[in-house]
C-alpha cells in the first residue's frame, strides 16, 4: 500500500498531480477514496461540502470557469443577512445537499463545462463582477443577484437576496443599482426593477421580508423596519421587525427559535432555552403599557393565511386611525 503525501491528505487533488508525486492512478481507486469528478480524488473521510466539490470541480475546470447562480449565493453565504455577535455571526449558509448541481459560468468562446452535476454558463463579466472565495472564483452578490433573475427567480426570493445584502452592507442598495444599470436590457431586468423598489435596509431576516411583501400587496401603509420603540424616558424596550409608529402599531415574525422551552430549575440556574419567549412577553406587556399593539405572525400565516395575516393587521390600523 502506497503512502499517501500530506499534500493529497488535505483536500482534493488530480490523478496527474499523484502521479507526479509517485502515486499511481490504481493505488487511488480503492475504498479510501472518494471521485468527486472524473481525475479527482479526495480522502473519503472528508466532509462533503458544497466548499470541498466546488475546490474539486476547480481542479478540473478551465482557468476562467467562475462559480455562479445559485452555487455563487452558498458559497458566499449571500442570502443570509449576517450580523455580528459576540464575534461569532448569528446566520450560516444553508448546506446544499450532496449531489447539488453546481453552477459554473465561462466568458464567451470558452466550452461551457457540462456533465452530471454541473450546469454551464456563458457569461460576459464586468470589472468587480468576480471576487475570491476561499480560493474560488465566484461571481460577486451583485452580479448574482442579477444571474438568478435571468434563469427565472422569483420575485420574491430576489427582494430576500437584496434585503439580505443591504442588512450587510450599507452600501448593497447603490452597488445594486449600479449594477443593475449596467445590466441594460438583459434577461429579467423587470423584475430585478420590482425587486430593488421593494427591498429595504436593515431587515434580519427572510421571513421578515416575506410577512413585510405580503402587508404591501394588501395595500397597507409603508412600515418602519426594525425601529426601536422607547419607553417615555428613552429607554429601548422592543425593537419590532415592522412598525407604524404613528398608530402604535407592531408586527412580529416569530421562528422556531422563540417556542423553545426548559423547566424552572434550568431558568433559576442559567439554562435557560426560552428566554427569548420570556423576553418576549415582558417586552409585550411593556408596550402594552404604552398604548401599543403588537401582532406577531409565524410561518403558518406567512404561507398558509397570508390573507387573514394582512387582515389582522389592517383590523388593528384601521382601530388606531389609519386610513386603510
Given at each position: 500500500?502506497?503512502?499517501?503525501?500530506?499534500?493529497?491528505?488535505?483536500?482534493?487533488?488530480?490523478?496527474?498531480?499523484?502521479?507526479?508525486?509517485?502515486?499511481?492512478?490504481?493505488?487511488?481507486?480503492?475504498?479510501?477514496?472518494?471521485?468527486?469528478?472524473?481525475?479527482?480524488?479526495?480522502?473519503?473521510?472528508?466532509?462533503?461540502?458544497?466548499?470541498?466539490?466546488?475546490?474539486?470541480?476547480?481542479?478540473?475546470?478551465?482557468?476562467?470557469?467562475?462559480?455562479?447562480?445559485?452555487?455563487?449565493?452558498?458559497?458566499?453565504?449571500?442570502?443570509?443577512?449576517w450580523q455580528p455577535e459576540q464575534g461569532r455571526f448569528r446566520y450560516t449558509a444553508r448546506e446544499l445537499a450532496p449531489g447539488?448541481?453546481?453552477?459554473?459560468?465561462?466568458?464567451?468562446?470558452?466550452?461551457?463545462?457540462?456533465?452530471?452535476?454541473?450546469?454551464?454558463?456563458?457569461?460576459?463579466?464586468?470589472?468587480?463582477?468576480?471576487?475570491?472565495?476561499?480560493?474560488?472564483?465566484?461571481?460577486?452578490?451583485?452580479?448574482?443577484?442579477?444571474?438568478?433573475?435571468?434563469?427565472?427567480?422569483?420575485?420574491?426570493?430576489?427582494?430576500?437576496l437584496a434585503d439580505a445584502l443591504r442588512r450587510r452592507d450599507h452600501r448593497a442598495a447603490e452597488s445594486l443599482r449600479l449594477?443593475?444599470?449596467?445590466?441594460?436590457?438583459?434577461?429579467?431586468?423587470?423584475?430585478?426593477?420590482?425587486?430593488?423598489?421593494?427591498?429595504?435596509?436593515?431587515?434580519?431576516?427572510?421571513?421578515?421580508?416575506r410577512l413585510r411583501l405580503i402587508f404591501a400587496a394588501a395595500g397597507l401603509p409603508e412600515p418602519e423596519v426594525n425601529r426601536?420603540?422607547?419607553?417615555?424616558?428613552?429607554?429601548?424596550?422592543?425593537?419590532?421587525?415592522?412598525?407604524?409608529?404613528?398608530?402604535?402599531?407592531?408586527?412580529?415574525?416569530?421562528?422556531?427559535?422563540?417556542?423553545?422551552?426548559?423547566?424552572?430549575?434550568?431558568?433559576?440556574?442559567?439554562?435557560?432555552?426560552?428566554?427569548?419567549?420570556?423576553?418576549?412577553?415582558?417586552?409585550?406587556?411593556?408596550?402594552?403599557?404604552?398604548?401599543?399593539?403588537?401582532?406577531?405572525?409565524?410561518?403558518?400565516?406567512?404561507?398558509?393565511?397570508?390573507?387573514?395575516?394582512?387582515?389582522?393587521?389592517?383590523?388593528?390600523?384601521?382601530?388606531?386611525?389609519?386610513?386603510?
Open positions: 500500500m502506497y503512502e499517501i503525501p500530506d499534500e493529497l491528505a488535505r483536500g482534493p487533488f488530480t490523478l496527474s498531480r499523484a502521479a507526479e508525486l509517485g502515486i499511481p492512478a490504481r493505488a487511488l481507486d480503492g475504498a479510501r477514496f472518494a471521485r468527486p469528478w472524473p481525475g479527482v480524488r479526495v480522502r473519503r473521510e472528508h466532509p462533503d461540502t458544497l466548499l470541498e466539490r466546488c475546490q474539486a470541480a476547480a481542479l478540473i475546470l478551465p482557468p476562467s470557469a467562475v462559480f455562479s447562480h445559485a452555487t455563487a449565493l452558498h458559497l458566499g453565504g449571500w442570502d443570509m443577512p447539488a448541481t453546481i453552477h459554473v459560468s465561462v466568458p464567451a468562446g470558452i466550452a461551457r463545462p457540462h456533465g452530471k452535476g454541473i450546469a454551464g454558463h456563458c457569461f460576459t463579466p464586468m470589472e468587480g463582477d468576480i471576487v475570491p472565495r476561499d480560493g474560488l472564483q465566484v461571481t460577486s452578490p451583485w452580479r448574482t443577484w442579477c444571474d438568478l433573475a435571468a434563469t427565472g427567480a422569483g420575485e420574491v426570493d430576489l427582494v430576500i449594477r443593475l444599470d449596467a445590466w441594460g436590457c438583459g434577461r429579467g431586468v423587470r423584475v430585478l426593477r420590482t425587486a430593488l423598489a421593494l427591498s429595504r435596509d436593515r431587515v434580519d431576516s427572510a421571513m421578515e421580508t426601536w420603540v422607547r419607553l417615555p424616558d428613552g429607554t429601548p424596550i422592543h425593537r419590532p421587525d415592522l412598525s407604524w409608529p404613528r398608530w402604535r402599531v407592531a408586527a412580529d415574525y416569530d421562528g422556531r427559535h422563540h417556542f423553545d422551552t426548559d423547566d424552572e430549575e434550568d431558568v433559576r440556574f442559567g439554562r435557560a432555552s426560552d428566554w427569548r419567549q420570556r423576553a418576549d412577553n415582558t417586552r409585550r406587556d411593556q408596550l402594552d403599557d404604552i398604548g401599543w399593539t403588537l401582532r406577531v405572525f409565524t410561518s403558518f400565516d406567512v404561507y398558509r393565511r397570508a390573507d387573514l395575516a394582512a387582515e389582522r393587521i389592517r383590523t388593528v390600523l384601521r382601530r388606531t386611525g389609519a386610513p386603510v
